[in-house]
Every structure is written in structure tokens, then in C-alpha cells.
């Protein structure tokens, strides 16, 4: 149990396009799920909280425009990069935690998605 | 606010050696948890411990050992006897929420430990 899946694992696009990475829980229902960056040999910092049915929590620093969160399901939460640049080229990382059922509710990761913007 | 500091960018070891890996946290909190995670070179994060401010008592899982001392906001790791497949990235991580850690988490830089033959 508590398996989470992200969509795509990786993926290339060009500059100015939009990407749209998935973040499922797939036998649990989760109201909230985290989004994290991780660039090259760095750290996890988060990036958001999505909770379902609300606007996303974006951490100081994250452009709300630019990466749109939608949680629109128990067990489905979307990140969309708007206008990729090369710089948004990073290793991202949902979370989703559970809303019962687990030991003191604690939040299990996705497999990460490689996004690359040439 | 709160900060994890993993001093240790990279450690190499040779299999067969303990290496320890030190983690220091900082937290204005009473009530907190602490997380280790590895990350191998796929980039999936493996979930190795938690533990809660409550409780001080070390652990030891197989070749792994956690201490835990408040007393020098540190939660170290050690691995015993290590093996090539241990080598990876090793976070860890802090969080305040008191249901269990399902809050956002705070991660240090990470320690890339390298185990070679």
C-alpha cells in the first residue's frame, strides 16, 4: 500500500512550452499532496502545498503563475510548468499525504519526474 | 524557522567499513520529527526512519543505527559494514508538524556517501 506515481518520469520540451506532470495516490485518498525541486546534486526544497478543492500554498520564492497546481481529486494533484525556460530544467518530486488509515498521517513520495527545457 | 545541516557533502568509504553520517537540526518547536531518506542514483526517495521528539531511544534496523541526541539537536546514521549497494544519496529531513510528519518537510543538503569494492 501507499504507492504514489508521478507522469511523466521524464520529459524534454522546448523553450516557451507548458509541461504538465501528474501526481497520483493510488490506494489512498490524500488531501494534501507537496510539490518539491530537487536541481542537479541540491537538496529537496518545497515548492508548494496542494490541498483538494483549495488553492495551493506556494512557498516564498515560487512564481504562482508560473507553476499552476491543481488538486482537483482525492488522489490527483498536477503541476503544470507554464513557458518553460532552461532554467526550470530540475528533478521534481510530489508527496501525498494520507487522509487515514496510516501511522500519525505521514506522506509518501512519488518516483520524481525529470523535466529537461532545451 | 527551522534548518537541517548535513556538514558532510561526500564520504567514500571501502566495503566492509561503518561510516556514520551526521545530521544537525535546528527547530523552535517541542514537538517535532526527524526523517532519514536515501536517494539512489534513480532518483526515488526511500524512506528509512522516522522518529518523534518523545522518543530518544536509538534504533538499529539490520546494518543501520539511528542516534538520536536532544541534547545536540543531532540525529545521526550510522551504516555497519557497508556494501556497494549502499551507496547513494542520504538525506535528512525535519518536520513540525505534530500529527506525524505529514507536514512539509525540511531537508538538509544531503550526504553522498560512495562505497567502493
Known amino acids: 500500500g501507499a504507492v504514489v506515481s508521478q507522469h511523466p518520469s521524464r520529459v524534454i520540451c522546448k523553450s516557451g512550452t507548458s509541461v504538465k506532470i501528474e501526481c497520483r495516490s493510488l490506494d489512498f485518498q490524500a488531501t494534501t499532496m507537496f510539490w518539491y525541486r530537487q536541481f542537479p546534486k541540491q537538496s529537496l526544497m518545497l515548492m508548494a502545498t496542494?490541498?483538494?478543492?483549495?488553492?495551493?500554498?506556494?512557498e516564498q520564492g515560487v512564481e504562482k503563475d508560473k507553476f499552476l497546481i491543481n488538486h482537483a481529486s482525492l488522489t490527483l494533484s498536477t503541476l503544470t510548468v507554464t513557458s518553460a525556460h532552461p532554467e526550470d530544467s530540475s528533478f521534481y518530486i510530489c508527496?501525498?499525504?494520507?487522509?487515514?488509515?496510516?501511522?500519525?498521517?505521514?506522506?509518501?513520495f512519488g518516483p520524481g519526474t525529470r523535466l529537461t527545457v532545451l | 524557522a527551522q534548518k537541517v545541516t548535513q556538514a558532510q557533502t561526500e564520504i567514500s568509504v571501502v566495503e566492509k567499513e561503518d561510516v556514520t553520517l551526521d545530521c544537525v537540526y535546528e527547530t523552535r518547536d517541542t514537538t517535532y520529527y526527524l526523517f532519514w531518506y536515501k536517494q539512489p542514483p534513480s532518483g526515488e526517495l526511500v524512506f528509512l526512519i522516522r522518529?518523534?521528539?518523545?522518543?530518544?531511544q536509538n534504533e538499529i534496523s539490520g546494518r543501520y543505527s539511528w542516534n538520536f541526541q536532544k541534547s545536540t539537536s543531532s540525529f545521526n546514521f550510522t551504516i555497519t559494514a557497508s556494501q556497494v549497494v549502499d551507496s547513494a544519496v542520504y538525506f535528512c529531513?525535519?518536520?513540525?508538524?505534530?500529527?506525524?510528519?505529514?507536514?512539509?518537510?525540511?531537508f538538509g543538503t544531503g550526504t553522498q556517501l560512495k562505497v567502493e569494492l
Open positions: 529531513a525535519l518536520s513540525e508538524d505534530p500529527t506525524g510528519g505529514g507536514n512539509k518537510l525540511t
Open positions: 496542494s490541498n483538494e478543492g483549495s488553492k495551493a500554498t506556494y
Open positions: 522518529r518523534n521528539s518523545f522518543d530518544e
Open positions: 508527496s501525498a499525504r494520507p487522509v487515514q488509515g496510516y501511522v500519525n498521517n505521514e506522506q509518501f
